[in-house]
């Protein structure tokens, strides 16, 4: 088992910064690919960004060139830098993780993100 745990998140006026960390623990050898969903009030959890085993990564068009996904295996921790925060970015921000062998999905707790007009 995996787990996840997100911290970061807050209120921010449009045009800010914020930065969210995912630590894990457990069984964290499993992990392959792992990244950041959102979910806005009556929208569908989406993918925001994406970073594999070997470090590459993608990104939901709404956020490419705004969002930085990094993560530091020594430290079981992923980031998601977000620079130039809009309105539309407010939502409950959740890491997830997959199993590489089993394919068992991992997700935090989510945290709040709200960017003020």
């Known amino acids: 088992q995996v787990q996840l745990v997100e911290s970061g998140g807050g209120l921010v006026q449009a045009g800010g910064s914020l930065g969210l960390s995912c630590a894990a623990s457990?069984?964290?050898?499993?992990?392959?690919?792992s990244g950041w969903y959102r979910q806005a009030p009556g929208k569908q959890r989406e993918l925001v960004a994406g970073?594999?085993?070997?470090?590459?990564?993608n990104y939901a068009d709404s956020v490419k060139g705004r969002f930085t996904i990094s993560r530091d295996n020594a430290k079981k921790t992923m980031y998601l830098q977000m620079n130039s925060l809009k309105p539309e970015d407010t939502a409950v921000y959740y890491c997830h993780a997959r199993d590489k062998w089993s394919s068992d999905d991992y997700w935090g707790q989510g945290t709040q993100v709200t960017v003020s007009s």
């Open positions: 970073i594999g085993d070997g470090g590459t990564t």
């Open positions: 457990g069984r964290t050898f499993r992990i392959g690919v």
